[in-house]
């Protein structure tokens, strides 16, 4: 079985389990998704979910954010964590969103990753999800999980994300990454991963599997 078969197959099958798999954050437009993913690193979705809900009523501009002392946004973010990091990054990056963008949230990859703090990640979170221009978003779970599946061999995410471009339909870009992020969360995990109960345990190569279940 070459790479992109494997590819292809893994996809399928974990199409079966995760049929309409999306993101987990909850937006209605580009400037809250952006928002939500910065505060999404090292916190829970259902976290960032519980704090945007109120957030996003008292800020609803990038001028909001820009305008908003240190003090006052780290409070309303103070428990997604990181929040003096977070806080900061929100206000540079919205501040350059009214400089440059007259306060929308662009939707280039080179524009994105310009912004203060936004990466190819949080980059491709907002293109796919907010813009529906396709492309692989590589967290900690789809670089673990593609890594066993040996579908890269890389660890810099870039690298994991062209990997993967090259072997998954480009259509299939954005779902993938939903998909394996759930099945990372759920079965594919960091330590322990659940492998005697792993819907995709024929097409998973890594040497380090567990046994599986007898049927
Ligand atoms: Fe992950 Fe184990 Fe399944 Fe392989 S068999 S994909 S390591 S859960």
Known sequence: MTVKERAIAVDKALKKIYPDAKISLDFTNPLELLVATILSAQCTDERVNKVTKGLFKKYRAAVDYANATPEGLEEDIHSTGFYKNKAKAIRNCCS??????GGDVPSTMEELTALSGVGR??????????????GVVVDTHVGRVSRRLGLTKEDDPEKVERDLMAV???????????RVIHFGRQTCKAQKPLCGACPIFKQCPWEGKGERHPA
């Open 96 to 101: 350059a969103l009214v400089e440059r963008h």
């Open 121 to 134: 990640k949080t980059a491709n979170v907002i293109l796919g999800n907010a813009y529906a221009i396709p």
């Open 168 to 178: 998954l339909p480009k259509k299939e870009w954005v779902s993938f990454s939903h």
